[in-house]
């Protein structure tokens, strides 16, 4: 499953993809997006693969207790995706990078928020200690990937916001609401293992 796995998220996106500021800024039809990057956790677990997603603490300013990858902003010197993703991770559950066979990339995806994300798949192979940044992080837990890929788990739901009807990609598991950009992904990475 992880050859597998490997081979298709890896011919996803060159290296070369024009699709990632360096600089931490880019205009998109006259909007300010800052640049940001998400590990996507594959956990190689003896009983199936797994997909490891964090709740986020319920003080931070911006999508607070929201589901998402371990990930944030671009820091001065950072010029890859990979280098981003991979600090935020040990910064926000304490996985090292030691601890990550990087495997590929995902579309990049820019948010309602101002970011321009850029999802970096990698594998983790247990044992790994989890380590939550309090500031950051309320929890840790893991989605069967065969639950991510069955495209009857994925849907799209409808919010009201600032006076309109907004839709969005949803998928929720047990207690969790994955929803917004952590959805897209998934779904985007259910598309792309999906013909298994």
């Not at 066979?101 to 309602?112: F, I, K, N």
């Not at 309320?138 to 309109?164: K, T, Y």
Request: negative net charge; contains cysteine; charged residues 25%.
């Amino acid at each position: 499953m992880r050859d597998w796995v490997k081979e298709r998220v890896s011919g996803q996106r060159a290296d070369s993809d024009p699709i990632w500021p360096v600089n931490g800024e880019i205009s998109t039809s006259g909007e300010m997006l800052r640049s940001a990057a998400v590990l996507v956790p594959l956990v190689d677990r003896e009983d199936g693969m797994t997909v490891l997603l964090t709740r986020r603490t319920a003080t931070l300013p911006k999508h607070a207790g929201q589901i998402s990858f371990p990930g944030g902003k671009v820091a001065p010197g950072e010029t890859a995706p990979e280098t981003t993703a991979l600090r935020e991770t040990h910064e926000e559950i304490g996985v090292p990078a030691s601890s990550v066979e990087l495997v590929g990339r995902l579309a990049v995806r820019d948010t309602s928020t101002g970011f321009r994300v850029a999802p970096v798949v990698g594998f983790l192979t247990p044992p790994f200690d989890i380590v939550e940044e309090p500031s950051e992080v309320a929890s840790v837990f893991e989605v069967p990937l065969d639950f991510v890929c069955d495209p009857g788990n994925h849907r799209i739901d409808r919010r009201w916001v600032q006076g309109a009807h907004r839709e969005f990609r949803a998928m929720p598991y047990g207690d969790y609401y994955i929803w917004g950009l952590t959805a897209r992904i998934l779904h985007e990475l259910s598309q792309i293992l999906g013909d298994e």
